[in-house]
């Protein structure tokens, strides 16, 4: 069983986001420490990128503050390979493809497999376009991560049918950022979902609240928080860490009904 | 042709969100342009409306000045609201209404697809916001004012560089969120398939046009064509119909701002690498870690990092030409159209009248290039004073 099975495998998953190098490297690690401490099932990793374009303005702005700081693809590998000397948690990268299509997908799924990410997701490689990306990606047992998103309709069983890792389930239209509501029919997709799948689904895209993650976790099999991670690094900086740890904890605890 | 490919370039790397939009923007103008009540009601305003066909004109004083091949100005300044633009905003914004849409998003960098957008969506109906840096809505700041009086709501982002990426993105971002009324007018030969398509078949009519007048005037086809390239719109639309005739070198020029051998420049074929950004897979300024990379021009319309697929595909190719263009040589080329011809062009065109003062004169007398005289100048006068050191009170 993978490591990404594995997350799943024991009640409703939480997943947690940080940016790599928001503020540094050594930060980032911290607070993913803390994370794990604190129960997250999984960890994703943001690789900062200029041009975010699936972004709202929390992770925008993480993004600059990592480069501005001098994070580095590089460094971002160096961070999965020091979290991932510590613990058996999947960590996965979320990057656009640009660097990733940089590095030379052999040398990026390579560097993956050595420094223990478990899989990618990458918002700007559809279904469509994966055909670069994914046989590379499995030879070095990587998975790419699929999204299905509120508008993917017809697209859901296809997609569904060919997923690896886990399925991002998108909440809502738009960017990443904290919603008060989301009132797409996420059990509708996820019953679509199961018809034609067993890969676990999670939803993220919005979650915040325990209420939130309750509610989500009725459906899923996992809840994924970013934004609302990332503010707390946005307004604590280096002391996020014990901040991070409360958070998740209650938000863990909310995702799997204790 | 899949997922829109010219050659390895172009595809439809987009948030997942998009994807059904998408194919059916695809599917709608796979059907609207073959249908004939569509096209004549195009043309109809490409004519009635936007002024065209427009002129081809023998810049005869610049012809003697320089002594070799005749050039010719192909005048899309002279269209309604001054530039290439309105071929495609018109276009865009038909089918935009036959897909049930109420409402257009657009980003844009000197504000020429701005205002162009604008004005089609006043003209039919729409409501209109439009994305623009904020650095841009400074330098341009009279557009801006353009766009609000025909009733757009402007907004200025200060997101990244502040400039046509960062405007981009932003455009996407909005409809990430907001399919369902709203069409994303993108402005130029770029973004995720169909857009390079369907933006270049509505410029493409600036090709059709010249060939047919060139071959009126002279007899024979142009040794050359002459445009600006930042995405690349107005200079797919003058090469497109001349891709064919092999004898036609099509000449595309970048903005290199301060030069190429500095970091200040937007010259992407001569300085970037293949990557994957704003929905294709093109040639785009980038570091080693494929962030994308501050560019700059003193023109807001090509200063982008990018440049269409399809570019991409006549560059590796060889079938076009791509030459860098300075700043310097930029205004230079400004000034020398409006003494020599009382032509005062838009500074992105100004490029494409720089690069045609070096390479005319090594051209002989029986020969012709026609120039794509992009956009007017009337946004750019006051920039250009103050790149002179010239104090205007406005």
Redesign the interface.
């Known amino acids: 069983m993978s490591r990404i099975a594995k997350a799943f495998d024991h009640g409703k998953a939480f997943i947690g986001f940080v940016t790599g190098g928001d503020p540094t490297l050594d930060k980032s690690e911290e607070f993913i420490l803390e994370m794990l401490r604190a129960g997250a099932d999984l960890v994703e990793i943001g690789i900062p990128f200029s041009d975010p374009i699936a972004e709202g303005p929390t992770i925008q702005a993480a993004n600059i503050r990592a480069l501005a700081n001098g994070a580095t693809v590089d460094g971002c590998f160096e961070l999965a390979r020091r979290v991932r000397a510590k613990t058996d948690v999947p960590l996965v990268f979320l990057t656009y493809l640009n660097p990733v299509f940089r590095r030379g997908y052999d040398k990026f799924f390579a560097d993956c497999k050595n420094s223990g990410v478990d899989g990618v997701i990458i918002p700007d490689m559809p279904f469509e376009e994966q055909g670069e990306a994914k046989p590379i990606a499995a030879k070095y047992d990587v998975d790419v991560i699929s999204l299905i998103a509120p508008t993917s309709e017809a697209r859901i069983a296809e997609i569904a049918s060919q997923a690896a890792g886990f399925i991002y389930v998108v909440s809502s239209m738009g960017v990443t950022g904290v919603r008060s509501e989301i009132t797409t029919d996420l059990n509708a997709i996820i019953t679509q979902i199961r018809k034609v799948s067993e890969v676990p689904a999670a939803i993220g895209f919005g979650i915040s609240t325990a209420q939130q993650a309750r509610e989500m976790s009725k459906y899923a099999d996992g809840v994924i928080v970013g934004s609302a991670i990332v503010k707390l690094c946005e307004k604590y900086g280096a002391d996020a860490g014990s901040k991070i740890y409360e958070y998740v904890k209650t938000m863990k605890e909310a995702a799997a009904g204790s | 042709m899949t ?1 829109g490919r010219f050659g390895d370039f172009g ?11 998408i194919h059916r923007l695809t599917a709608e103008y796979e059907h609207y342009r073959n249908d004939p009540e569509f096209t004549a009601e195009l043309d109809a305003l490409l004519r009635g409306y936007a002024n065209r066909p427009s002129l081809l004109y023998f810049a005869e004083k610049m012809t003697r000045d320089l002594g070799g091949a005749k050039v010719y100005l192909k005048r899309e300044d002279l269209n309604h609201t001054g530039s290439h633009k309105i071929n495609n905003v018109l276009g865009q914004a038909l089918l935009a209404k036959r897909m049930g849409k109420t409402r257009v998003i657009a980003e844009t960098g000197a504000g020429q697809h701005g205002v162009a957008a604008a004005t089609a969506a006043a003209l039919l109906g729409l409501e209109c916001e439009i994305f623009m840096g904020r650095e841009d809505t400074e330098r341009q700041a009279l557009n801006v004012y353009r766009m609000e009086l025909l009733g757009a709501k402007v907004n200025a982002v200060t ?2 560089t502040q400039t046509l ?2 405007a981009v ?1 932003e455009a ?2 909005e409809w ?4 369902h009324d709203t069409h994303y007018m993108l402005g130029s030969v770029m973004g995720p398939h169909p857009f390079p398509t369907i933006v270049r078949d509505f410029q493409a009519v600036i090709s059709k046009e010249a060939r047919e007048q060139i071959l009126e005037r002279e007899g024979k086809l142009p040794a050359a064509v002459i445009a600006c390239v930042g995405g690349g719109s107005n200079a797919i639309g003058m090469f497109y119909n001349f891709i064919g005739d092999s004898s036609v070198r099509l000449i595309g020029c970048e903005a290199a701002g301060h030069g190429i051998e500095t970091d200040k420049h937007a010259a992407t074929i001569a300085k970037g ?7 294709m897979k093109s040639i ?1 300024c ?1 570091d ?5 990379a501050p560019v700059y021009s003193i023109s807001a319309g090509l200063d982008y990092p990018g440049i269409g697929p399809e570019h991409a595909q006549l560059h590796s190719t060889g079938r076009a030409e791509y030459v860098p263009v300075t700043d310097d040589e930029s205004v230079d080329a400004f000034e020398y159209l409006a003494r020599t011809e009382g032509i005062i062009s838009a500074i992105e065109s100004a490029h494409a009248v720089a690069y045609a003062r070096k390479l005319v004169p090594t051209l002989p007398e029986s020969e012709s290039v026609i120039i794509c005289l992009s956009g007017r100048g009337d946004k750019d006068v006051a920039a250009i004073a103050k790149y002179k050191g010239v104090t205007i009170n406005e």
């Open positions: 997922n595809g439809q790397y987009i948030p997942e969100t998009l994807m059904n939009e997101s990244g990426k960062d993105n996407m971002r990430v969120a907001r399919t690498q293949t990557g994957v950004f704003h929905g785009f980038q080693d870690n494929g962030q994308i």
